[in-house]
Structures are given as C-alpha cells and as structure tokens.
C-alpha cells in the first residue's frame, strides 16, 4: 500500500484549506492545527505553521503507507536508506535519498483504492539535481513507473493514489499540484540545499 499524501505547511491554514476544498478536496481529518484533504487519487496534509517562520508557505513530501515497519525493510532491502522514527504524529518511516533529501511516510489503516471517477489527483512535483536518483527512490518504496519525460524525469503512480513527478532542478524540493480533468493547479513549493 502507497499513497501519495505530501504536506504543506502554512500559517494560514483555514484559508488554505478553504482554497483545497474549492478545488474539490475533501476534508478526511481535522485535528486542528493538522488536516489531510482527500482528492479521490492522492491526498494533501495540512499543517499549521508559525507566520514568517521558514516552514510557512512550504510543501515536503510524503507517503501514507500501510505498515512502515515492512515498508523501512522493503525500502532496504530494494536499496534507498530508510529509518523507523518519531514525527509530529507518532512512528513514521523516514526514506533519505542519495543526496540526502528526506521525506515521511505515515501509517494508516485506510486502504481504499482511488476512485476510477476521481476528477482530481494529487501530484507531488519533485525537483532534483539527480532525477535518476530520485526515480530510483521513488520505485524502491514501491511507486510504479508511468513514463519518462523528454527533458530528463518521470512520473510514477503510487498503488493507491496520487502522483509523483521527478524533474532536474538545481535543488531539491516539492510542489504541489491538484490535476483535474480539464486543468492542472500548482499550490506551493519548498525547496531544500
């Protein structure tokens, strides 16, 4: 089980989750200062962060997977670095590419599928100085293949919903994109050294 569910961190959060549900989103958890909006293909978590801090108005990515202690073994042993640890909302998976960027991948118990009427999908678009790096990484933790892009990248599919992007950027870091049908929405970026 995988699922697409990167996390964007804003100091206003209920605008931004108004903006989310505008685009069709729907709020599957609400813990105040913690939200995850589902687009049917791919989620988007929501975190409260401190205005002008250097959180405030980024995107990381991130993974809902359904047992983090298999995935970390699986993750090994396909060979991409990955660690059991504690996160803001308990034991987590931490996954740390080659050149060091890292992302979560949180447990969960829902396993539903994405909805072959899913209007929207969640796309995390992940810049790097090393797309086939990253490509590896991303089908290591179990993501499939889609196709290569002309300039260097590709997108993978994770098994139970949402999208990820790999392009060749002269930093590492996240965007996030809500695709429709008729039209393709880029709501933050965050980039890391």
């Known amino acids: 089980m995988l699922r697409v569910r990167p996390v964007h961190f804003t100091s206003m959060l209920d605008e931004y989750a108004t903006h989310l549900e505008d685009q069709g989103m729907r709020c599957v958890e609400n813990?105040?200062?913690?939200?995850?909006?589902?687009?049917?293909?791919?989620?988007?978590?929501?975190?409260?962060?401190?205005?002008?801090?250097?959180?405030?108005?980024?995107?990381?990515?991130?993974?809902?997977?359904?047992?983090?202690?298999?995935?970390?073994?699986?993750?090994?042993?396909?060979?991409?670095?990955?660690?059991?640890?504690?996160?803001?909302?308990?034991?987590?998976?931490?996954?740390?590419?080659?050149?060091?960027?890292?992302?979560?991948?949180?447990?969960?118990?829902d396993l539903s599928m994405p909805g072959t009427d899913a209007l929207l999908s969640v796309t995390a678009l992940w810049s790097t100085p090393d797309p086939a790096a990253a490509n590896k990484v991303l089908a290591d933790i179990g993501a499939k293949h889609v196709h290569d892009y002309p300039a260097g990248g590709a997108l993978f599919r994770a098994k139970n919903g949402g999208l990820v992007a790999t392009t060749k950027g002269e930093t590492s870091g996240v965007e996030l994109e809500i695709r429709h049908v008729s039209q393709t929405t880029v709501l933050g970026a965050e980039s890391e050294s």
């Open 31 to 109: 813990d105040g200062d913690w939200r995850v909006y589902d687009s049917g293909n791919g989620k988007v978590g929501v975190h409260l962060a401190e205005a002008g801090s250097t959180m405030d108005g980024t995107t990381v990515l991130g993974f809902e997977v359904r047992d983090h202690e298999i995935f970390v073994r699986r993750t090994l042993e396909d060979g991409t670095g990955a660690e059991l640890v504690e996160s803001r909302h308990g034991s987590a998976a931490r996954v740390t590419a080659p050149d060091g960027f890292t992302f979560l991948a949180d447990p969960v118990t």
